[in-house]
């Protein structure tokens, strides 16, 4: 047997006895001189770190991201350079909705965030298991979010606040249809897919860009589960998720994700938007695979398992401003506020050195003239001097060889622009019914009017219009099991246009 080390304070001081506290004789009030009793109790009293807003209930591993395929037509990035380069890697997955204390089975959207610790940087991916969102405009973030949480009188989840909202943001209508359809509940985060839902931009060495959307196929195969399998696991194991994908892990079954990218160019962007109406940039849309087919990229791995949750899970920092040269944002303006917002969020819950907490660390070197703050360590600029520009020997420069090439959008104005004008918010919802079989769709409008049923007639009767006008037997059969007039409902579909915004 080994022997074990001492048992110190958080000074590196020997404890003698862990057990009993300092007192006046045996019965006696405890004294102020029990440093020992006080650091622990304050530091108790400090363990738990601000819950994140959305994606609290989380989990996550290390792993590698190995290229398989040349991809460096396309971006300059280092983590592309070759085939058969590793990359380190963490991921992240989550429920979106629910709190810390959520069960990991619930039908909810799931996130994937992945940091990819790369030589030039860290690139963060910040994703879901759908390519797309319920919004497209920032604005409309926070207060979708709200109604997702709890009621601000009875501290309930509450149907009528989502539907109230989903009903007049029509847009919110293809991510809907696949939430509450058969690939609602994943069965496990090994058998899901990923995806960076936004588009981005990558730009290669002789500094043309192209858009690109990120994709990550589950080598295991798609699998997930029904509401009767989900309520039945949710009732023995709130984290079986969790205990899934950690204990698969140790038993070296490690989880694989073909990684895979869409690359659309300007001039087909200008196209796509003509052709079909739809914004490349629009998050509630997706790319179709017949036109802009998946190119392979590399294979993802999870092989090790953190040492300490709240270490590497709960203080994971994941942010899409988080990017490396040959990899950018696009028009997309759900990223453009994220760009700021994941970013400040970690300012709030982790402080302003989040970045050198090990988990979030980059495994390159750092150097800038950003300084002090709570948790400063000072290891990588020491004594150099704070400010920019200087002539101090040693300190760091620019590089002007990574600099990115201008956008080019043409004549544009900046405004406060309508986005639920001029969009198609309900071919593509449509389409994805129409691939299901007929229990798939009895299943996804039962579980539409389970929830929709307790919302007020007037929300339902203006989210039965959205459904309708996706596809007739789509709107037809939830109107029929929420037992309203199934004319009535149609005739409204037809004579309204769009949600009223009064």
């Known amino acids: 047997m080994s022997e074990r080390p001492t048992l110190t304070t958080a000074e590196g001081c020997p404890i003698a006895d862990n057990l009993n506290s300092l007192s006046a004789g045996p019965r006696g009030?405890?004294?102020?001189?029990?440093?020992?009793?006080?650091?622990?109790?304050?530091?108790?009293?400090?363990?738990?770190?601000?819950?994140?807003?959305?994606?609290a209930k989380g989990s996550g591993a290390f792993g590698t991201?190995?290229?398989?395929?040349?991809?460096?037509?396309?971006?300059?990035?280092?983590?592309?350079?070759?085939?058969?380069?590793?990359?380190?890697?963490?991921?992240?997955?989550?429920?979106?909705?629910?709190?810390?204390?959520?069960?990991?089975?619930?039908?909810?959207?799931r996130g994937f965030a992945v940091k990819f610790y790369t030589d030039e940087g860290n690139w963060d991916l910040v994703g879901n298991n759908t390519p797309v969102f319920f919004v497209r405009d920032p604005l409309k973030?926070?207060?979708?979010?709200?109604?997702?949480?709890?009621?601000?009188?009875?501290?309930?989840?509450?149907?009528?606040?989502?539907?109230?909202?989903?009903?007049q943001t029509p847009e919110s209508l293809h991510q809907i249809t696949t939430l509450f359809s058969d690939r609602g509940i994943p069965k496990s985060y090994r058998t899901m897919h990923g995806y960076g839902s936004h588009t981005y931009s990558m730009i290669n060495a002789e500094g043309e860009r192209v858009w690109v959307k990120f994709h990550f196929k589950n080598q295991a195969g798609f699998q997930t589960m029904t509401d009767e399998e989900s309520a039945a696991l949710i009732a023995g194991d709130r984290e079986s998720h969790q205990r899934d994908l950690f204990n698969a892990i140790e038993k070296g079954?490690?989880?694989?994700?073909?990684?895979?990218?869409?690359?659309?160019?300007?001039?087909?962007?200008?196209?796509?938007?003509?052709?079909?109406?739809?914004?490349?940039?629009?998050?509630?849309?997706?790319?179709?695979?017949?036109?802009?087919?998946?190119?392979?990229?590399?294979v993802l791995e999870l092989n090790r398992n953190p040492e300490n949750y709240h270490a590497d899970v709960e203080q994971a920092a994941f942010k899409p401003s988080a990017l490396v040269p040959g990899i950018g944002p696009s028009p997309d303006k759900m990223l453009q506020a994220r760009l700021m917002s994941y970013a400040d969020?970690?300012?709030?819950?982790?402080?302003?050195?989040?970045?050198?907490?090990?988990?979030n660390k980059p495994r390159c070197p750092v150097m800038h003239y950003m300084r002090d703050g709570q948790g400063a360590t000072a290891e990588t600029y020491g004594s150099m001097p704070n400010y920019f520009t200087n002539t101090?020997?040693?300190?760091?420069?620019?590089?002007?060889?990574?600099?990115?090439?201008?956008?080019?959008?043409?004549?544009?104005?900046?405004?406060?622009?309508?986005?639920?004008?001029?969009?198609?918010?309900?071919?593509?919802?449509g389409n994805l019914y129409r691939l299901f079989d007929d229990g798939q769709k009895d299943r996804l409008t039962t579980r539409i009017a389970g929830v929709l049923g307790d919302a007020r007639e007037e929300v339902q009767m203006r989210q039965l219009c959205h459904f309708f006008?996706?596809?007739?037997?789509?709107?037809?059969?939830?109107?029929?099991?929420?037992?309203?007039?199934?004319?009535?409902?149609?005739?409204?579909?037809?004579?309204?246009?769009?949600?009223?915004?009064?």
Not at 103 to 108: F, G, I, K, P, T
Not at 156 to 163: A, E, S, V, Y
Not at 474 to 496: C, H, P, S
């Open 65 to 109: 991201l190995k290229i398989t395929n040349d991809i460096s037509k396309y971006s300059k990035a280092s983590v592309f350079s070759q085939v058969g380069k590793e990359t380190e890697v963490f991921l992240r997955f989550s429920t979106v909705a629910g709190e810390r204390g959520a069960a990991d089975a619930e039908r909810d959207v």
């Open 253 to 298: 079954d490690f989880p694989r994700w073909d990684m895979k990218i869409q690359v659309m160019t300007q001039a087909e962007a200008d196209k796509f938007e003509k052709d079909t109406g739809w914004n490349p940039f629009d998050l509630t849309k997706v790319w179709p695979h017949a036109d802009f087919p998946l190119i392979d990229v590399g």
């Open 392 to 429: 101090r020997a040693g300190t760091p420069k620019e590089s002007p060889e990574h600099r990115d090439p201008a956008w080019d959008l043409g004549q544009t104005t900046v405004d406060r622009f309508d986005s639920r004008q001029d969009h198609d918010d309900f071919t593509q919802a």
């Open 141 to 167: 973030f926070a207060n979708f979010i709200h109604t997702q949480k709890r009621d601000p009188k009875t501290n309930l989840r509450d149907n009528d606040m989502q539907w109230d909202f989903w009903s």
């Open 29 to 55: 009030p405890l004294l102020m001189q029990d440093v020992q009793l006080l650091e622990q109790m304050q530091h108790f009293n400090r363990e738990r770190i601000p819950e994140r807003v959305v994606h």
């Open 345 to 359: 969020t970690h300012l709030h819950r982790l402080g302003v050195n989040h970045h050198q907490i090990p988990v």
């Open 469 to 502: 006008r996706a596809d007739p037997d789509y709107g037809m059969r939830i109107a029929k099991k929420l037992n309203i007039d199934v004319e009535a409902a149609m005739t409204q579909a037809t004579r309204d246009t769009a949600p009223s915004h009064a």
